[in-house]
């Protein structure tokens, strides 16, 4: 009964190659998001989805894509990785027009690129 | 520029010690103000909204109170298992758009 899952929970790899990322949210959310934590655990928003549709796309290259097959699932693609894409990304989800908009994280995937 | 900025960066406290962490914000248009809770190795989990200057909201040993310029997150008697690191975020106007401070990393000694 996880509300926001993400897969895998560590993923390492080398320069170059491509790599994806899934969530998935089991809470009838209407927007999901992307998020990068740095080592400093500074948490940046990447990307966010609003029921399929992307409503925010931050300065982020464009080895990274994200997409939403449906409004519960968000996936992170990135191609031909680099060093400083390691870091811990975190999807998130948050009802929408309610005026509660609090977020709710998964548990995050640890990307080691070497 | 919508920015936030927490202090302390670490702090180090004796059980029943009471404190408060601090979170300074500019943002164009407050939508809401947020504080969440990481233990190491897990995701953000969500404590507090508060939407507008004057507005507090408890749970257990924490309360968070917010001003037109920053927010406290006043800690009261706190336990070891309050250690973690309290991160605050707001939203602004710019519908959905999140930023989130650095975080404050609470060390409650028994």
């Known amino acids: 009964d996880t509300a926001v899952s993400q897969t895998p929970k560590y993923l390492v790899t080398q320069m170059g190659n491509d790599k994806s990322i899934k969530c998935e949210q089991n809470l009838g959310h209407d927007t999901m998001y992307w998020y990068k934590q740095d080592s400093k655990k500074f948490l940046k928003i990447m990307f966010s989805y609003n029921n399929k549709e992307l409503i925010i796309n931050e300065t982020v290259p464009n080895r990274f894509s994200p997409k939403s097959p449906d409004k519960a699932h968000l996936n992170l693609h990135i191609n031909s990785l680099e060093l400083g894409d390691s870091a811990v990304y975190f999807c998130?989800?948050?009802?929408?027009?309610?005026?509660?908009?609090?977020?709710?994280f998964g548990p995050g995937t640890r990307l080691t690129v070497l | 520029e919508d920015q936030v900025t927490q202090s302390p960066e670490a702090l180090r406290l004796q059980e029943g010690e009471s404190s408060s962490l601090n979170c300074s914000y500019t943002v164009s248009g407050l939508r809401g103000l947020f504080w969440y809770r990481q233990d190491p190795g897990k995701g953000p989990e969500f404590l507090f909204t508060l939407y507008s200057a004057g507005e507090e909201k408890e749970k257990e040993r924490l309360k968070a109170t917010l001003t037109k310029k920053e927010s406290f997150l006043h800690i009261t008697a706190p336990k070891p298992e309050d250690s973690a690191t309290y991160l605050c975020a707001v939203q602004s106007h710019n519908f959905n758009k999140f930023y989130f401070g650095s975080g404050t990393k609470l060390n409650v000694k028994p």
């Open positions: 998130a989800s948050s009802p929408t027009g309610t005026g509660n908009n609090e977020q709710f």
